[in-house]
């Protein structure tokens, strides 16, 4: 990993992961893509181009450029919006990580992208699901998910390219907002937390999901990338979490330090019976098995550190 092209780069994960990239390998060597500009730091910061990944021939020159070696393909709709409008989901999800993917096999690159919980459905083992299980998924974004799993590991069977990959649990942080995922309450949580005293979630009370700090989200794509390859028994991807929460977890942990906090729910049918499909708490021991995954933020040291960052910002 020296020279790195990554797409969706303005995204809830590039947003952060383009700088913690340029902090370790160099401004220049961190080739930031998105279908948008904004003046956010990963456009000024260093290398920017706009690219849609859907125009695999634009991906391919912008690769060929930089004669960049390794490529994390970012880009994607995340579950409710794929749920929202499936068949565009299912052209940008799989035409885009397509595009990406034959891109990589040109330059003979590295390449990542991100699974997810979404993955799984409700036929799989709902507590600890194992790393290998039933992958039945019942959203647009869980099939475009196990779809590009095996799409992965067939170009690395098929053409031999190094291709790894994370199920992400619902990432967490105080940088960039997700956008349209089923588990961005826990997200939203904190900013009306720090804003309002106070939360109405559209996610019911005792519906367990995965979550994890993106600090720690961030050094797991690192370490996975640089692991040595002859330990790697899986690639297409790794369980990855760092915590099996409800709503009512989260805010008991934040009315720790903002006294009086409230949570109410207003359910949404929508979300809702994506979460019911998703696991209660998936199993991450292949990952450290393999390349040594672990996790720093617990949930009190996550809702710590999220309080403290948004009140200095909001
Ligand atoms: N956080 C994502 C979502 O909710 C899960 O991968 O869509």
């Known amino acids: 990993m020296k020279r790195i092209l990554i797409t969706g780069a303005l995204g809830q994960i590039g947003s952060e992961l383009t700088l913690k990239l340029r902090e370790i390998y160099g401004a220049d060597q961190v080739i930031a893509t ?37 490529i994390m393909h970012l880009a994607a709709l995340l579950s409710a919006t794929a749920e929202a409008n499936p068949i565009f989901a299912w052209k940008l999800n799989m035409g885009g990580l397509m595009n990406a993917l034959e891109t990589a096999r040109e330059l003979k690159a ?20 194992p790393q290998d299980t039933i992958m039945r998924p019942i959203t647009m974004y869980g099939v475009n998910k196990v779809a590009g799993e095996l799409l992965a590991d067939y170009y690395y069977y098929k053409f031999g390219v190094d291709t790894r990959g994370l199920r992400f649990p619902g990432l967490i942080s105080n940088v960039a907002l ?27 009370e005792g519906t367990y999901m995965d979550m994890m700090y993106m600090p720690d989200a961030l050094r797991a794509i690192i370490d996975l990338m640089e692991a040595d390859a002859s330990k790697l028994k899986h690639r297409n991807s790794f369980n990855v979490t760092a915590m099996s929460i409800a709503p009512e977890d989260i805010a008991a942990s934040i009315a720790m330090l903002v006294p009086g906090f409230e949570l109410n729910y207003k359910v949404d049918p929508a979300r809702q019976r994506i979460a019911d499909s998703w696991p209660d708490s998936i199993d991450a021991s292949a990952a450290s098995e393999e390349w040594g995954f672990k996790y720093k933020y617990d949930l009190d040291k996550m809702t710590k550190d999220m309080i403290e960052k948004l009140r200095e910002r909001l």
Do not use: C, R, W
Request: glycine share 10%; charged share 25%; net charge negative.
């Open 34 to 70: 998105d279908i948008k500009k904004n003046d956010s730091e990963a456009v000024v910061g260093g290398p920017f181009e706009t690219v849609d990944v859907m125009d695999v021939n634009k991906l391919m020159e912008i690769a060929k450029k930089y004669k960049v070696d390794t």
């Open 110 to 129: 590295q390449f990542f992208t991100p699974s997810s919980i979404g993955a799984f459905g409700p036929s799989t083992p709902k507590i600890h699901t």
């Open 178 to 204: 997700p956008g349209g995922g089923t588990t961005d309450y826990a997200v939203e949580i904190y900013y009306e937390a720090v804003k309002k005293g106070k939360y109405t979630s559209y996610i019911a």
